[in-house]
C-alpha cells in the first residue's frame, strides 16, 4: 500500500521530537495507515490490537538511520573540514547538540546544516522505504 511522503515525513519528525522509544508511529502496510503514540503526550492513536504483527512496521528515529552523530561528523568533513577536530570534540560529551547549534550559528555555517540534513533526512528516509517495501506517493 502507497503512502504519501509528506505523511510519512510527519510520522518521522513525530517520532523524532522525542528520544527513541517516547514517540511511535507504525505504517500499516495493508491500509496506508500511520498509527501515532506516544505515552508523554495526548497523542494516542488507538493501536491495533495486532500491532506486533509483520503488516505494521515501526516509523525510525533518525539516530536508527544515522541521522545524530554521525550526520554531523560527515558535515563538518564535507563541509567545514578545517573544523572536523572541533565538531568531533563537541560530539564527545553530553547535550552535543546544543552546543553543534550554537557553534553552527558561531560559524555562520547553521543554513547550510539544515540544507545538508534535510537532504540527507530525505534520502535516508527513501532508502529506508525501499528497504521495507514501502512505495511512497510523492
Not at 90 to 97: D, P, T
Request: with cysteine; aromatic share 14%.
Amino acid at each position: 500500500m502507497p503512502v504519501s511522503y509528506a505523511d510519512l515525513c510527519d510520522a518521522f519528525f513525530f517520532v523524532n521530537a522525542g528520544g527513541i522509544g517516547e514517540n511511535e508511529a507504525f505504517f500499516d502496510t495493508r491500509s496506508g495507515q500511520i498509527y501515532w503514540h506516544s505515552e508523554f503526550n495526548d497523542v494516542k492513536d488507538e493501536l491495533p490490537d495486532d500491532i506486533e504483527d509483520e503488516r505494521y512496521i515501526a516509523i525510525p528515529h533518525g539516530k536508527e538511520l544515522g541521522l545524530g552523530k554521525p550526520l554531523a561528523l560527515e558535515f563538518a568533513r564535507q563541509v567545514l573540514p578545517h573544523r572536523y577536530d572541533e565538531v568531533r570534540q563537541i560530539f564527545s560529551r553530553r547535550g552535543a547538540h546544543g552546543r553543534f547549534k550554537a557553534f553552527l550559528v558561531r560559524v555562520r555555517a547553521l543554513q547550510r546544516w539544515y540544507e545538508f540534513s534535510s537532504a540527507a533526512q530525505e534520502a535516508a528516509l527513501r532508502e529506508w522505504c525501499q528497504q521495507n517495501s514501502i512505495e511512497l506517493t510523492d
